[in-house]
């Protein structure tokens, strides 16, 4: 437990800071198998426009350092091959 009053604070900010980051993931998550799905049913048009949602949600996330920016480009970079060049 924390013994000071700078670290009794310090562990309210990372539990806030946590339950944003675990939101952020969560929805990043979601939009990356929406993504996958509608690619393999063969719906170009809905899948390009999830992908465009799904790139937006990376690099807000990677903006707001919830997600490494080098893996924001990896997941951008897979997905292109994936979904974009079908399309």
């Known amino acids: 437990?924390?013994?000071?009053?700078?670290?009794?604070?310090?562990?309210?900010?990372?539990?806030?800071?946590?339950?944003?980051?675990?939101?952020?993931?969560?929805?990043?998550?979601t939009l990356s198998r929406k993504v996958a799905a509608l690619s393999t049913e063969d719906k170009p048009a809905?899948?390009?426009?999830?992908?465009?949602?799904?790139?937006?949600?990376l690099d807000k996330a990677a903006k707001k350092n919830v997600v490494h920016k080098n893996v924001a480009s990896h997941h951008k970079a897979q997905l292109s091959k994936?979904?974009?060049?079908?399309a």
Do not use: P
Not at 5 to 29: E, G, P
Not at 82 to 86: F, M
């Open 46 to 57: 809905e899948a390009r426009a999830a992908a465009i949602a799904y790139i937006s949600a």
């Open 1 to 29: 437990m924390a013994n000071t009053k700078s670290a009794i604070k310090a562990a309210r900010q990372s539990l806030r800071r946590q339950a944003r980051n675990r939101t952020i993931k969560s929805r990043l998550k």
């Open 82 to 86: 994936l979904v974009l060049a079908k």
